[in-house]
């Protein structure tokens, strides 16, 4: 662990991760891991943490009305003190969590603009860090074009 570990920068950091899984409807495929890596304060209090998580979840997804930015706010606030608190009783975990955050979280942040397409299956994606001219052809995937006349 190194000697600028920050409990609640770090805890922040991941509540966010996690919010964005929730908001984009991966929860269930990380709440599993995350449960796993609450388990060092005993499984009755990672169950309650959980469950923590799984009301925000529910919050933000299954609302009648889209959680608003305040709402968000408050949950992320909320979230992370909860994780603060955890990192602070068992510090050596803090490097398990950084392993959990996805890697363009943590590393490409520093390095600028960074895109990421995911479960596009069966769909085309056209990624760009400026504009997007098609041109009077249109866009080419790799087969020449056409010949007038042929």
Not at 34 to 58: I, S, V
Not at 84 to 95: K, V
């Amino acid at each position: 662990m190194d000697a600028a570990f920050d409990a609640t920068a770090l805890a922040s950091q991941g509540v966010t991760a996690l919010i964005g899984e929730m908001v984009r409807g991966g929860w269930e495929a990380v709440r599993g891991t995350f449960g796993r890596f609450l388990r060092r304060d005993g499984q009755d209090a990672a169950d309650r943490q959980l469950a923590l998580f799984d009301e925000a979840e529910q919050i933000l997804t299954h609302a009648d009305e889209p959680a608003d930015d305040q709402t968000r706010l408050n949950l992320e606030r909320r979230l992370a003190l909860q994780l603060a608190a955890y990192l602070d009783r068992f510090p050596d975990m803090a490097e398990e969590l950084r392993a959990l955050l996805p890697k363009d979280e943590t590393e490409t942040a520093a390095q600028g603009p960074a895109l990421s397409a995911q479960h596009n299956t069966h769909s085309q994606v056209v990624q760009a860090l400026g504009s997007v001219n098609a041109g009077t052809g249109g866009i080419n995937y790799g087969v020449p074009p056409r010949q007038p006349g042929a």
